[in-house]
């Protein structure tokens, strides 16, 4: 059943396009829309030019023409007038015109060989002129150097004027069609290019149609998709485990999509793992606290009891005991020590249990406190101890009294025998707390046991070289880890310690 | 799979029209290539020639002949002068105009035979050959109205001179200055009343007909003497000759074509007799056929085409 639905979801996959082709295409369409408009618009212009060129050319062959039509009025006129006169000079200009007529006829012919009825008529306008030249003007003016009389009767025949009047009509010809060619041309031209303005500005609006549509589709296929994913990590982030985001697409978008819910599925697993095994381990905790107290504070009545019966020994039978008074000290020393480590073993599980009885404390006066307390070992020790100006904390009084108690005893106990032993204790500001350190030159320690001090019943040293039951330090990171602070040392092995704690300052605001 | 080659077209086509532009190729077709070039016949001024014209290119081109014709050049003079400067081959002449206004022979030949042997020795001399002679004579002549000539007792062109206030001959211009025209008339019948009026060829039996001159001078083969509306005055001096038609052609467009161009030429001119042209003149003059419709008919019912 597995096989077989992961086989239809493949075939799925295949057939549905991938968002990557999908948006190649789009662009694909766009690409050839936007060339297909440049094309047209290049292909009108083209037209155009190509127009105004042939108009051009028109307006050349127009010009061709009038320039041949003056030369045969200039031909007519310089002929009858040397017929009239007999004066050579009027047949210079007519002379001149005789010889470049030829060439004005060929200009023409192809300036208009574009138009197969206008190169006819061109040509028949040639043999026109080439008659008139011919059987004409030239024979004419040979009549008139031999017998000029004749010359004279044959020009008012008119036969010249109404050769030219012919010629006449079918350059009128010739030019009404070149320019009706003229005019049929400019208005394709402008027709084609007006037709090209709309398929330009038509297809500029279904480029910017086609754009929209793409920025809406990848709006809704892409943006949204990543956005919603995005929206879901923001939730997940901030600790909603359960949110996932629809996952139905077979693209790229609906892999994202399946990572995240396949990711946050994970999460919430490993989270509800987490949870319950730190309930387990505070469940533990509770119980062995539980256990210790109930524990301590029941092991306290049989040793009272021991050390009740220890005493009516040594008061009742002292005397029949001989050197068995040495035998009940034992048991009473060994009592007193068992007392005491229950103390602290109760002390230690009551510390950092219970409301904090929190006002505003100087710790200067919790300095002097402790220094009171220990004013015994500190004389043993011959301290000299140095307090520099200290602030006001807002603390648990008893609790704050009591680690800065531990830390100074610690110092002056540690101490190394012949050198002068010096506490110094101060405080430094850090963001919203405050920093209190005890400082002494005592035996210091190695950098590795510096974090294991802090465990319950942790000693570096022998009961024998420096007493104590080793909870103190544990006491006082309870203390502090209740105030939301923390406890750390630094220390150099045979020159001494700093032991830091912070704790919260007083808002003054 | 069309779009694209559409598109391609369309570049084609673009990188066509940047390069092409000036493509002024020479025109070369009208040159003709092997086919012999055609002979140039020229025609004068009016009906009669246009006629003569097409009967010698229809026969021509149904031999085989390329022909040109070009029409309505002019009178003798200027057409002669073309034909001298290379612009014709060939054209029907009057052998009695050749002489007078060409040749500038003003003695009168003796006969015809005498004013053809003339004028050929004329051509000879020129580079031309004069052509085999029509047996038909398209002489001027001056003709009036038979009221006219009633009214004021006119036969022969003498008779003129006494009309009262003169007369008026509606003529072609040169007319004025040819022996054949008021030269000759004032020389041998002492015409001093007479004025030219120039007329177009062919008007002048309008402007008989209206009044406007009294007198037109007519060619002895116009269509219209058949009628009967006009009378032709007699000559008994003798300012109008005979004039036969005999082709004037140049020597070399003769060599080239050969002896067979000759033969189809003067076939035709020996069928021309002055009935035959009077009759081809009034269906042309009065009953407005085509001319080369009318020599079309003729040639065939001669059996030259």
């Not at chain 1, 007999?86 to 210079?92: S, T």
């Not at chain 1, 290019?193 to 990848?218: E, K, P």
């Not at chain 1, 009516?312 to 009592?335: F, K, P, Y």
């Not at chain 2, 219209?224 to 052609?249: E, K, N």
Request: hydrophobic residues 45%; contains cysteine; aromatic residues 6%.
């Amino acid at each position: 059943v597995t096989r077989a639905r992961e086989g239809s979801r493949l075939v799925r996959r295949t057939f549905r396009t991938p968002l990557t082709t999908r948006v190649l295409l789009l662009s694909a369409v766009a690409a050839v829309l936007v060339g297909t408009v440049m094309v047209v618009l290049i292909v009108a212009v083209t037209g155009q030019r190509d127009a105004a060129r042939s108009a051009f050319r028109s307006q050349e062959a127009l010009a061709a023409g009038n320039q041949l039509e003056k030369s045969l009025i200039t031909i007519e006129n310089g002929v009858r007038g040397y017929v009239a006169s007999r004066r050579e000079r009027f047949l210079d200009p007519a002379n001149e015109a005789l010889s470049s007529y030829p060439g004005e006829v060929r200009q023409l012919s192809s300036l208009v060989d574009d138009d197969p009825g206008q190169q006819a008529r061109a040509r028949q306008i040639g043999v026109e002129i080439d008659d008139y030249v011919k059987l004409w003007a030239r024979p004419l003016i040979g009549v008139a150097r031999r017998q000029p009389a004749q010359a004279r009767s044959i020009v008012i025949t008119n036969q010249g004027r109404l050769r030219l009047d012919r010629i006449q009509r079918d350059f009128a010809r010739l030019f009404a069609r070149e320019r009706a060619v003229i005019n049929a041309r400019e208005q394709r031209a402008e027709q084609r290019s007006s037709r090209a303005t709309a398929i330009g500005a038509g297809g500029l609006a279904l480029v910017l149609l086609v754009a929209g549509g793409v920025t809406l589709y990848l709006r809704r296929a892409v943006v949204r998709p990543v956005v919603t994913v995005a929206a879901a990590t923001g939730r997940l982030a901030a600790g909603e485990l359960s949110a996932r985001v629809p996952a139905r697409r077979h693209d790229e978008l609906g892999d994202l999509a399946r990572g995240f819910n396949a990711m946050a599925d994970s999460l919430q697993r490993s989270r509800a793992q987490l949870e319950h095994s730190n309930a387990e381990l505070k469940r533990s905790n509770a119980e062995l606290d539980q256990f210790a107290s109930v524990t301590s504070h029941d092991l306290q009545a049989p040793l009272t009891t021991i050390s009740m019966y220890a005493e009516l020994i040594e008061r009742r039978h002292a005397s029949d005991l001989n050197g068995g008074m040495a035998l009940v000290d034992g048991i009473r020393n060994a009592t007193q020590e068992a007392r005491t480590l229950i103390r602290d073993l109760l002390e230690y599980s009551r510390a950092g249990r219970g409301e904090l009885a929190l006002e505003v404390v100087p710790v200067e006066e919790m300095v002097n406190r402790a220094l009171e307390v220990l004013a015994g070992p500190i004389e043993a020790a011959g301290a000299r101890v140095t307090v520099s100006e200290l602030p006001s904390v807002r603390v648990d009084r008893a609790g704050v009294c009591r680690v800065l108690q531990n830390l100074i005893g610690n110092a002056v106990k540690f101490t190394v025998p012949g050198r002068p032993s010096e506490v110094a204790i101060g405080a430094s500001r850090e963001g919203t707390m405050w920093r209190i350190w005890v400082r002494d030159n005592g035996i210091g320690m190695k950098a590795e046991d510096a974090e294991r001090i802090f465990q319950p019943f942790k000693r570096l040293h022998g009961e024998e070289a420096y007493p104590g039951t080793g909870i103190g330090l544990a006491i006082c990171e309870r203390i502090v880890t209740q105030h939301g602070g923390r406890i750390w040392v630094t220390s150099t092995l045979g020159e001494g310690s700093t032991f830091l704690f912070t704790l919260p300052a007083v808002e003054t605001t | 799979v069309t779009r694209r080659v559409a598109v391609v077209l369309v570049l084609t086509l673009l990188v066509a029209a940047g390069c092409g532009g000036g493509s002024n190729k020479p025109n070369t077709a009208t040159a003709g290539g092997d086919a012999p070039a055609p002979l140039v016949i020229g025609t004068k001024n009016f009906a009669e020639q246009f006629l003569l014209g097409e009967l010698y290119k229809q026969a021509l081109e149904a031999k085989g002949f390329p022909v040109e014709l070009k029409e309505n050049i002019g009178s003798s003079e200027i057409i002669h002068q073309a034909l001298t400067d290379g612009a014709l081959d060939m054209y029907p002449e009057y052998v009695g105009v050749l002489l007078s206004e060409v040749a500038n022979v003003r003695r009168r030949p003796a006969s015809p035979s005498a004013a053809y042997k003339t004028a050929q020795a004329f051509e000879q001399k020129n580079g031309f050959v004069l052509l085999g002679m029509t047996p038909f004579s398209d002489a001027n002549a001056l003709a009036v109205k038979p009221a006219f000539a009633r009214r004021n007792h006119v036969r022969d062109i003498g008779d003129l001179a006494d009309v009262p206030g003169g007369v008026t001959i509606g003529a072609p211009p040169e007319f004025r200055t040819r022996f054949e025209g008021l030269v000759g008339l004032a020389q041998r019948y002492r015409l001093r009343n007479a004025t030219a009026e120039p007329l177009a060829i062919g008007r002048q039996y309008a402007a008989l007909d209206s009044g406007r001159v009294d007198v037109a001078a007519v060619f002895t083969t116009d269509g219209q003497l058949a009628s009967g509306r006009y009378v032709v005055l007699g000559d008994p001096r003798g300012v109008f000759g005979t004039q036969h038609v005999a082709p004037i052609i140049s020597r070399s467009a003769l060599r080239t074509r050969g002896p067979r161009v000759r033969a189809v030429i003067d076939a035709v001119s020996k069928r021309l007799t002055a009935t035959a042209m009077r009759r081809m003149n009034a269906a042309v003059q009065l009953r407005g056929r085509a001319s080369a419709e009318v020599a079309d008919e003729f040639l065939r019912s001669q059996g030259l085409k």
